[in-house]
């Protein structure tokens, strides 16, 4: 097997692996960068104008662009013991798969983001034994060192367009009311994720109101997806919605079909966004995301699909101007 993995690779390195992946239309500025898990393990794509390929040797649990010719990735590694956690590694790759650097020590990290301009990476990380996990930003320019940290669980960090501030979810209970602000069973409170905004030195968050007005909490709660200058644009259960990252409020952008929630989505180009949606069996989305969507910014429409391979899943989008 591990012969055989050599010689994909070798193959990979020569030829591209070129993959039947989702259309970009004519004339993007830009390259589509996504993740395929399968009976395959998890496979590294990039997608242009011209098509897709695979970036070989690379099989992240997460991916990011860093720049246009270099990705984040947090590739998992055998545990430390037998029967022990999957530990992961955060290194930076070009477009061949080649490591250009390791970042910290091996974790157990997650929602590794990195800044707009490069500079900076945002990425919880589990704390061994506890339940717990941490917020740490990372210097991503040489010697790669560790500049904030904040022991609190952060969830889907993504970065104000400058660089200099986070949207985050923090789990909160919702108030136990009669109307649609929130609510609880048995006297306890449900708790969601709520939108809160922190600077990059992780000083203390400041919540957003997620609801249709400022003041009020959607039902379900916020999970950001990305941070421009229109606003901070976030998944709720009824689709993609723009909030106003100073007063508070959100408006649904694109209003998904019952059956199927966002679970991720980045904006592409001027007027454009691609999600990645999911088969809505259930409240917690287990289902595979089996689906990337093309959506238009100003009104909302449905611009085309792209459905995965049967047995695929895409668990990860970015872009890159």
Same mark, same amino acid.
């Given at each position: 097997?591990?012969?055989?993995?050599?010689?994909?690779?070798?193959?990979?390195?020569?030829?591209?692996?070129?993959?039947?992946?989702?259309?970009?239309?004519?004339?993007?500025?830009?390259?589509?960068?996504?993740?395929?898990?399968?009976?395959?393990?998890?496979?590294?794509?990039?997608?242009?104008?011209?098509?897709?390929?695979?970036?070989?040797?690379?099989?992240?649990?997460?991916?990011?662009?860093?720049?246009?010719?270099?990705?984040?990735?947090?590739?998992?590694?055998?545990?430390?013991?037998?029967?022990?956690?999957?530990?992961?590694?955060?290194?930076?790759?070009?477009?061949?798969?080649?490591?250009?650097?390791?970042?910290?020590?091996?974790?157990?990290?997650?929602?590794?983001?990195?800044?707009?301009?490069?500079?900076?990476?945002?990425?919880?990380?589990?704390?061994?034994?506890?339940?717990?996990?941490?917020?740490?930003?990372?210097?991503?320019?040489?010697?790669?060192?560790?500049?904030?940290?904040?022991?609190?669980?952060?969830?889907?960090?993504?970065?104000?367009?400058?660089?200099?501030?986070?949207?985050?979810?923090?789990?909160? =209970? +919702?108030?136990?009311?009669?109307? /649609? *602000?929130?609510? #609880?069973? @048995?006297?306890?409170?449900?708790?969601? !994720? $709520?939108?809160?905004?922190?600077?990059?030195?992780?000083?203390?968050?400041?919540?957003?109101?997620?609801?249709?007005?400022?003041?009020?909490?959607?039902?379900?709660?916020?999970?950001?997806?990305?941070?421009?200058?229109?606003?901070?644009?976030?998944?709720?259960?009824?689709?993609?919605?723009?909030?106003?990252?100073?007063?508070?409020?959100?408006?649904?952008?694109?209003?998904?079909?019952?059956?199927?929630?966002?679970?991720?989505?980045?904006?592409?180009?001027?007027?454009?966004?691609?999600?990645?949606?999911?088969?809505?069996?259930?409240?917690?989305?287990?289902?595979? =995301? +089996?689906?990337?969507?093309?959506? /238009? *910014?100003?009104? #909302?429409? @449905?611009?085309?699909?792209?459905?995965? !391979? $049967?047995?695929?899943?895409?668990?990860?989008?970015?872009?890159?101007?």
């Amino acid at each position: 097997m591990r012969a055989m993995r050599g010689w994909w690779i070798v193959v990979c390195a020569l030829a591209g692996c070129a993959h039947a992946g989702p259309a970009l239309p004519p004339g993007a500025a830009g390259r589509l960068l996504y993740v395929l898990d399968g009976d395959s393990g998890r496979r590294l794509f990039v997608a242009g104008t011209a098509g897709s390929r695979q970036v070989p040797g690379v099989a992240p649990r997460e991916a990011r662009w860093v720049d246009g010719e270099s990705i984040l990735v947090v590739e998992e590694l055998t545990p430390a013991e037998e029967f022990g956690l999957p530990r992961t590694q955060l290194r930076i790759v070009d477009l061949a798969g080649n490591t250009l650097a390791t970042i910290g020590e091996p974790g157990q990290h997650y929602d590794a983001e990195p800044s707009p301009d490069g500079a900076w990476l945002a990425v919880g990380v589990d704390a061994q034994g506890t339940g717990d996990s941490d917020l740490e930003i990372w210097q991503l320019s040489p010697p790669h060192e560790r500049v904030a940290l904040r022991r609190q669980s952060f969830e889907e960090p993504r970065w104000r367009y400058d660089g200099m501030a986070l949207v985050a979810s923090v789990l909160m =209970p +919702d108030p136990e009311t009669d109307d /649609d *602000l929130g609510g #609880g069973m @048995l006297g306890t409170s449900f708790q969601w !994720p $709520r939108l809160h905004v922190v600077r990059r030195d992780l000083g203390d968050p400041t919540l957003l109101w997620d609801g249709a007005d400022a003041g009020r909490l959607a039902p379900g709660g916020s999970l950001p997806l990305w941070w421009d200058e229109d606003g901070i644009f976030a998944r709720q259960r009824q689709g993609l919605v723009r909030c106003d990252p100073v007063a508070g409020g959100c408006v649904t952008i694109h209003r998904t079909e019952p059956s199927r929630r966002v679970v991720d989505g980045r904006r592409v180009g001027l007027h454009e966004a691609w999600l990645v949606t999911v088969e809505a069996r259930d409240a917690f989305d287990r289902s595979p =995301p +089996d689906e990337l969507r093309r959506v /238009d *910014l100003r009104d #909302g429409r @449905l611009l085309s699909r792209w459905r995965t !391979p $049967r047995g695929e899943a895409v668990t990860e989008i970015d872009w890159s101007p």
